[in-house]
């Protein structure tokens, strides 16, 4: 079994991501050399929470921007 060790943001969502979720970190294994968004603090430090906390960001964000294009469709074609 491995460890996991901090990792560098390597793209625009992981940057994005720790602008919006300042406690969610990229990590990699040693082992498995497997990489992925995990918190810092322990409590964040389980899959299935962290799966969790990564589905609500999602969401939200999926949301928000459709409320935005409802909005704006709505100022172009006021019914």
């Known amino acids: 079994m491995g460890t996991l060790s901090p990792s560098h943001r390597r ?3 992981e940057t994005f991501l720790a602008v919006i ?3 969610m970190y990229p ?3 040693s082992a498995c050399n497997w990489r992925g968004m995990m918190g810092r603090a322990s409590l ?3 899959s299935k929470l962290n799966l ?3 589905a609500a960001i999602h969401f939200t964000l999926l949301v928000a921007l459709l409320s935005v294009f ?3 469709r709505g100022i ?3 019914v």
């Open 11 to 13: 793209s625009s969502h």
């Open 21 to 23: 979720a300042p406690f």
């Open 27 to 29: 990590f990699r294994c």
């Open 44 to 46: 964040l430090q389980h």
């Open 52 to 54: 969790a906390i990564n």
């Open 70 to 72: 409802v909005w704006v």
């Open 76 to 78: 172009m074609h006021p």
